[in-house]
């Protein structure tokens, strides 16, 4: 009686087509898991964007911070955390994040850029009276560097020499953008938008 089996060089050959189907499938999937959690970034960004429309409708200002409009505006605080952000906001704040400074869930957003230079480039009247920002609708108010840029690193206060990529952006309409992070925050206008 003759038993049949796979000789060797033919269990070799299936092994190499099983490598090289994944070789060819695993960064396919790798991009798919990257655009989705873009798009729930970006999901994430527009609920942001209209709790900061109702707050600014409600006080005729902006809040000092992002997650001022959890309070009221927002019921999940997940909508602070970026998918992509490693840390999930876990990081201690400074002048250029909130992290788990005043929501302990974390924040991976910021706003754009820091109140400092918003107003000193007159993207906004000083506190409380902001209006309706320079570029009405158009005005980016917060953003996420967490996809799009090469690095990212919460202690910067302006693009860092040599950082590369895209920022997505939130407007005060509640639409959501993107720019590249290489032009200088002061040569922005509205048709830079992608």
């Known amino acids: 009686m003759r038993v049949r089996a796979f000789t060797l060089i033919e269990l070799l ?48 200002e902006l809040p000092q911070r992002l997650s001022a409009v959890n309070e009221a505006y927002v019921r999940a ?17 400074n002048d250029r994040t909130e992290g788990f400074t005043y929501l302990p869930s974390g924040v ?7 109140w400092e230079t918003a107003l000193e480039l007159g993207w906004w009247r ?4 902001y209006g309706r920002g320079k570029w009405d609708d158009l005005t980016p108010v ?19 020499t040599g950082a590369s990529g895209w920022q997505l952006l939130v407007t005060m309409g509640g639409s959501v953008r993107k720019i590249r992070i290489e032009e200088p925050i002061a040569d ?7």
């Open 77 to 93: 605080t997940g909508i602070f955390l970026c998918p992509s952000d490693g840390l999930k906001g876990q990081y201690p704040g």
């Open 142 to 160: 917060a953003g996420c560097q967490w996809h799009w840029a090469t690095s990212f690193h919460t202690g910067w206060s302006t693009n860092q």
């Open 13 to 60: 050959v299936v092994i190499a087509i099983i490598a090289i189907l994944a070789a060819i499938l695993f960064p396919v999937f790798a991009t798919a898991r990257g655009a989705a959690r873009r798009t729930v970034c970006i999901s994430n960004m527009r609920q942001l964007g209209v709790a900061l429309q109702m707050y600014r409708q409600d006080n005729e």
């Open 108 to 114: 991976s957003y910021d706003y754009i850029p820091r």
């Open 126 to 129: 000083p506190w409380p009276k």
């Open 188 to 194: 922005f206008t509205p048709d830079k938008y992608r």
